[in-house]
């Protein structure tokens, strides 16, 4: 670790004898030899964040280097790319580094790029697949790839002086990687497309040494029963799926795009990060899952002995209802609804009368659309009858859908509550896409035939004063809530639009010390569910739910409505929202024991935790942006003791103008 603390000219100068020797029994690798196509590829660097490289398809070149942690070699080296990424800035190249050593700590990798300062990202090959790929060999392995063919340009080490195990401080006689990039800048090749490495750590790809065996997965015993499990619940007939797998000989014809979206994380569609929390509705594929399938595709798919178990498939048709559930207990029909061929449509508002004529406890809700391409989203909430007598039980939200959702099933133990009589609304968005149709929602309840113990909750951390600037890359949002007694969460639920590319959710307690709850890497807004913890999560009072969301509003997004606008928050889905959900109770209500005056705190701190980007407690004036920069001018008087900062009893005189804006914005409802 001493080593690691020297300057860079002294690390320059070390002599990596250790290194070299270790590479003397370093088994030959099956690198494709420059030239070689790279295929797409996502993986998740240190700092959370996902990076797909086709994505970086506007780049005039990108780099990648392998590295390890803790070796005076990969410091250098990395140093070396530092450099280069600071010089090559202004010309849009850009540098990743990718960490394929088996088992490492994504948290240690972490660690040791901050010790060393690092700026470019460190992308995390845990199952080594880009490794594998990429065929490398070594710590300090650079390739150059030309976006243009998606072709290697160069591979080898950083310049000649990585090249061998002596290194001086003297400037390289051959900086291959520079000259490389130079070549591809001016669309030539480069002078030298590779050079060889006899320096460095081995980097171990144990599965080489196994892909003569690669042909004998079995697809009747290990390949099918994945698909059958992981994807054939979307993949049917009448499913969401684009073609149902219902025998092999589909899944020969599909198989590069199989290995394609797996590679690229897209399928299946579930994106929490998998060291982060453990939830009920996991339909990701495990890494041993992962390795099988891509494994056996690449080893050409094969047959193999056995009957084919998705034969099955063939006469199976996509359930009206989820499986799970069954058939519900009660189904409203809502009023069908003319969607045009093209155009914005204007939120719909469908009020139906409450089938439930006494007050009733359901444990799962499932909304089925009547056309998927059209309907965005459905909120909803109960409307009481202002004839009657207050509700004895509190009136919420009664179910939700967004692209992808799956039912919501309340928490063990806890119910959603629906009053007797009154009326539902429904929240209708619909979107156009080139044709007329007609939508006829439906509505699934499943109720408790007895009273729960506990009542499920509903609260949202959002910021409507959103202001995302034009052309911008990588705008972060913050916000929060502030938990005034211990509570249990039962659902996690991000929402955005198109923009939206990276959410987490992290608690910090009253102590100081954060935990990350959930983090969606790639958000996608094509697949929007909720994330439930097998263990209901407790937040104990005084815990700030802090919500991170990072947006793409550049040109390079290619879902953007319009990268040359700044955006606002906005319902219609080419505006964006900054929106999470959670789903909760406190740890001491229960149905007979209503906690209205916690729920009336706890929406008291949304407020200042929507504008406290630096969750300092308070808002100063640059906090006030987009749809809220206005009241700047008025914050001298806003800020009664001339503290600077407007504090939670200062901001009472712009409740109002909050409220408005979030009931007009959001439906004032919680459970978008």
């Known amino acids: 670790m001493r080593l690691l603390t020297l300057s860079a000219a002294a690390v320059a100068c070390l002599v990596f004898a250790a290194s070299a020797t270790v590479q003397a029994s370093a088994p030959a690798s099956s690198a494709p030899a420059p030239g070689a196509h790279v295929d797409d590829f996502q993986l998740t660097d240190t700092s959370l964040m996902a990076h797909r490289l086709y994505y970086y398809r506007y780049a005039p070149a990108i780099v990648l280097m392998t590295r390890t942690e803790a070796t005076p070699y990969s410091a250098a080296a990395s140093a070396e790319i530092e450099k280069l990424a600071a010089a090559y800035k202004a010309k849009g190249v850009r540098f990743f580094m990718i960490d394929s050593t088996l088992g490492q700590s994504r948290e240690a990798a972490a660690a040791q790029g901050a010790r060393e300062h690092l700026t470019v990202p460190v992308l995390m090959d845990e199952q080594q697949l880009v490794g594998e790929g990429l065929g490398v060999k070594r710590e300090g392995e650079v390739f150059v790839i030309d976006p243009h063919n998606w072709r290697v340009a160069y591979r080898g080490p950083v310049d000649d002086r990585f090249a061998s195990g002596a290194r001086t401080a003297a400037p390289p006689a051959h900086a291959y990687t520079a000259d490389a990039i130079d070549a591809v800048l001016a669309r030539k090749a480069p002078e030298v497309a590779s050079a060889e490495m006899h320096a460095g750590k081995a980097i171990a790809l144990p599965e080489e040494a196994r892909a003569a065996s690669f042909a004998k997965i079995s697809y009747a015993q290990t390949v099918a029963p994945i698909l059958q499990q992981k994807c054939a619940t979307c993949h049917l007939q009448g499913g969401i799926g684009p073609f149902p797998m219902d025998s092999y000989e589909t899944i020969k014809g599909f198989s590069p795009m199989i290995r394609e979206t797996v590679r690229t994380q897209r399928m299946p569609p579930y994106f929490a ?3 982060i929390g453990v939830f009920k509705n996991d339909q990701g594929l495990t890494p041993q899952q992962t390795k099988t399938l891509v494994h056996w595709i690449e ?98 939200s009664v179910g939700s859908y967004t692209p992808g959702a799956d039912a919501q099933v309340i928490a063990d133990g806890a119910g959603a509550p629906v009053p007797g009589g009154g009326k539902l609304m429904f929240q209708m968005h619909y979107t156009t896409f080139g044709k007329e149709t007609t939508d006829r929602t439906k509505v699934g309840f499943y109720t408790l035939k007895t009273e729960p113990k506990y009542i499920k909750r509903s609260a949202v951390i959002g910021d409507f004063a959103l202001y995302i600037p034009a052309g911008e890359a990588r705008h972060k949002e913050v916000a929060y809530m502030t938990f005034p007694a211990d509570a249990y969460l039962y659902t996690l639920y991000p929402h955005s639009h198109y923009r939206g590319m990276h959410v987490e959710l992290k608690a910090r307690d009253a102590a100081g010390k954060d935990t990350m709850l959930l983090a969606l890497p790639k958000y996608d807004f094509n697949w929007q569910r909720d994330y439930d913890p097998v263990q209901p999560i407790l937040v104990k009072a005084g815990t700030k739910l802090i919500a991170t969301w990072v947006y793409d509003n550049s040109e390079h997004n290619a879902a953007n409505p319009d990268p040359k606008r700044n955006v606002t928050w906005g ?66 008087a806003l800020d009664r003791d001339h503290s600077g900062g407007l504090d939670a009893s200062e901001l009472r005189g712009v409740n109002l103008f909050m409220l408005a804006r979030s009931k007009q914005k959001a439906g004032d409802n919680p459970d978008l």
């Open 273 to 275: 990060d998998p060291h």
């Open 571 to 636: 319902e219609q889905t080419p505006d964006e929202m900054m929106y999470f959900r959670v789903n909760y109770r406190w740890a001491d209500e229960t149905v007979d024991h209503v906690r209205g005056d916690l729920e009336a705190k706890l929406k008291a701190s949304q407020l200042i935790g929507s504008l406290d980007a630096n969750l300092d407690g308070v808002i100063e004036p640059e906090e006030l942006k987009g749809p809220l920069s206005g009241l700047r001018a008025r914050f001298a």
């Open 299 to 396: 080893a050409g798919a094969p047959r193999g002995d056995g009957p084919d178990p998705l034969l099955v498939n063939k006469t199976r048709v996509a359930s009206e209802w989820p499986e799970s559930l069954g058939k519900p207990d009660v189904v409203v029909e809502l009023p069908a609804y003319t969607v045009p061929a093209a155009g914005i449509v204007e939120y719909q508002f469908q009020r139906v009368d409450n089938p439930f004529k006494d007050n009733t406890w359901l444990r799962a809700i499932s909304i089925r659309p009547g056309d998927r391409r059209a309907l965005h989203h459905v909120v909803s909430n109960y409307v009481a009858d202002p004839s009657l007598p207050a509700p004895k039980i509190p009136g919420g």
